[in-house]
Structures are given as C-alpha cells and as structure tokens.
C-alpha cells in the first residue's frame, strides 16, 4: 500500500476477528520432522502439514489457495532474522496472523554404526549451521555444507548410505529416518528458539492480537528515520524490533521492517497508521497477531 493510496484503517476494518481453529490445509517448508512441522502441531495438534521445498513455495501455495495458512520461521534466538521471509514478506500480500516459539536441540545424525571421528562432510540449513559455530570450530575435520531443510538433510543422508557424511536436524529425526544420535545438543546456546510465522491470505486480528508487523521506505532525506519512529513515543508504544534491508536499483535506501505493540482494534491505533503512512514513500502492512512466548 503506498503512502498515497488507500488508508491502511480501511484494510483493518476488513480484517476477520478469529482464527482458523482447524486450517483445512496448512503448507510448511521442509519434510517431515523438521522445526516447521513441530511449530504446525503446536498451532494445530491435528494438522497434517503439506510439505514444500522452498519457503517461495509455501508463500505460493496460500496465495494460490491450495493451503488456508503457511507456517515459516522468522527469527532464531541465536542466529536473528531469518532473512529469506522477511524478503518474501515484503513481496507478497500474505498476512501474519499467529505465532509460536520451538525450542531448537541439534543433534549431529549419522548412519546406525558411523562414528563421530569417521565423519567429514555435515549437511543442513544454513541457519542450523550458523546457529552450532562452536561445534564445527572444536571439531575441525567436520565441513560443513548447505542444505535446504534440517529434516531434508536428514533424509538425504539416510537414503545415501554413507557413514562418512550427517546432518544436523532434531532428534525427531533419527526416529523418522533411521539414523543414529552421535552427538546430541550441538548447538552453541543451550537456550536455543526459533519464532515461527503463520500467514494466510486475508489478515486476522483476534482479540488477544498484540504485536503489528509494518515494513516501510521513508523519504531519502536528513532525519526522516528520526521523525518517522518519533511517531512511535508520541503515541507511547514499544517498538519490539526494527530490521533494515538493502532495496534493489537503490543505491543504500532501505526498506524498514518493524514490530510494535498493540491491537489495531483499539481506539485510535488505526488512525496511528494512517498518520504514519503519510510519513513514509510505502507502507505495507504485515499483520497483528498474538506475540505467543517470551521474546527472543
């Protein structure tokens, strides 16, 4: 929504008021086993997620409406942003609507027989590998490769045969894909979470919605980052998390992705959007959900 364009209050007042208690079809990224899938239980214990293989295609299948809502990871504990949403959040109109908090364990996977010390090439996603920095330093024959899902990873080595590679994925893991725990915990914070995201294509504002999503480009001039959050103490809300990224064919002008408190059903807090719309060159508005779990 531009900043010239339709009042974001007018998009608010079309926003439902209850959540899915039963999504008919919930997209996830990954395979079975992975964080993804833990985090669509604990929305939905009855849920049998669809499983996709890139987060593009978890935004596509809500869009497309082959799935009532996407659950994708945001933010980790240890490794931050989970930067690939928030790029796709800003592309698409998909809208967050609840999230939840998954406690992260590690465990190195291999073959029933393998042996850590036998082992040299590890496989899984890029925010696993980031998140257990400490392990790959203490342990320096162990290389570390890319892989597009822990649980994927986790499969892959399963289905290769090879006592000489693993994954990093849960422990969940081994239980699906017949593979053996060689080093539990690997992880370089014991206290180790990842927040994930539920989206779906018309936003929900429930009655216990209190944390809003926004992602804006402010005028490329002196001090409009200054005035724009200024906005933000008039009105006495907490800015939760501010996160800048580079826009494309604009030479360091950013986009801002923010999270404050609050319920856009309250008196006033609509209106508080539209004055902050008029502030900025775009607006884009991410949705107001339920902030589930302490903050990371």
Same mark, same amino acid.
């Given at each position: 929504?531009?900043?010239?364009?339709?009042?974001?209050?007018?998009?608010?007042?079309?926003?439902?008021?209850?959540?899915?208690?039963?999504?008919?079809? =919930?997209?996830?990224?990954?395979?079975?086993?992975?964080?993804?899938?833990?985090?669509?239980?604990?929305?939905?214990?009855?849920?049998?997620?669809?499983?996709?293989?890139?987060?593009?295609? =978890?935004?596509?299948?809500?869009?497309?409406?082959?799935?009532? #809502?996407? #659950?994708?990871?945001?933010?980790?504990?240890?490794?931050?942003?989970?930067?690939?949403?928030?790029?796709?959040?800003?592309?698409?109109?998909?809208?967050? =609507?609840?999230?939840?908090?998954?406690?992260?364990?590690?465990?190195?996977?291999? +073959?029933?027989?393998?042996?850590?010390?036998?082992?040299?090439?590890?496989?899984?996603?890029?925010?696993?590998?980031?998140?257990?920095?400490?392990?790959?330093?203490?342990?320096?024959?162990?290389?570390?490769?890319?892989?597009?899902?822990?649980?994927?990873?986790?499969?892959?080595?399963?289905?290769?045969?090879?006592?000489?590679?693993?994954?990093?994925?849960?422990?969940?893991?081994?239980?699906?894909?017949?593979?053996?725990?060689?080093?539990? %915990?690997?992880?370089?914070?014991?206290?180790?979470?990842? *927040?994930?995201?539920?989206?779906?294509?018309?936003? #929900?504002?429930?009655?216990?919605?209190?944390? #809003?999503?926004?992602?804006?480009?402010?005028?490329?001039?002196?001090?409009?980052?200054? *005035?724009?959050?200024?906005?933000?103490?008039?009105?006495?809300?907490?800015?939760?998390?501010?996160?800048?990224?580079?826009?494309?064919?604009?030479?360091?002008?950013?986009?801002?992705?923010?999270?404050?408190?609050?319920?856009?059903?309250?008196?006033?807090?609509?209106?508080?959007?539209?004055? +902050?719309?008029?502030?900025?060159?775009?607006?884009?508005?991410?949705?107001?959900?339920?902030?589930? %779990?302490?903050?990371?």
């Amino acid at each position: 929504m531009s900043a010239h364009g339709e009042p974001l209050s007018a998009l608010i007042q079309t926003a439902g008021d209850q959540l899915p208690p039963a999504p008919a079809a =919930v997209a996830a990224q990954g395979v079975p086993g992975a964080y993804s899938h833990q985090a669509c239980t604990q929305l939905w214990p009855q849920c049998r997620p669809q499983f996709y293989r890139q987060f593009d295609d =978890v935004f596509a299948a809500v869009e497309s409406g082959r799935a009532t #809502v996407g #659950v994708l990871p945001i933010e980790n504990s240890t490794e931050g942003s989970v930067l690939p949403v928030y790029r796709l959040l800003g592309q698409h109109r998909l809208y967050i =609507v609840d999230t939840t908090q998954v406690a992260v364990e590690h465990c190195l996977l291999g +073959l029933p027989g393998a042996a850590l010390d036998a082992v040299g090439e590890v496989y899984s996603h890029p925010q696993a590998l980031g998140q257990c920095r400490r392990f790959f330093e203490e342990h320096p024959h162990l290389r570390p490769h890319e892989y597009s899902n822990t649980a994927a990873a986790a499969e892959m080595v399963a289905a290769a045969g090879d006592q000489s590679i693993a994954a990093i994925a849960s422990e969940v893991c081994a239980e699906l894909y017949g593979l053996s725990v060689l080093r539990r %915990g690997v992880q370089d914070q014991g206290r180790n979470r990842t *927040r994930f995201i539920a989206v779906m294509a018309q936003p #929900v504002i429930a009655p216990t919605a209190d944390r #809003v999503s926004v992602c804006a480009v402010l005028p490329h001039v002196q001090g409009s980052l200054f *005035r724009f959050l200024a906005q933000f103490e008039s009105q006495g809300l907490n800015l939760q998390k501010i996160e800048s990224r580079p826009i494309p064919d604009r030479d360091f002008e950013f986009l801002f992705y923010l999270d404050f408190s609050g319920n856009l059903r309250q008196p006033g807090l609509a209106d508080f959007l539209d004055q +902050l719309q008029k502030s900025c060159e775009y607006l884009q508005f991410l949705g107001n959900y339920p902030d589930r %779990g302490r903050p990371l």
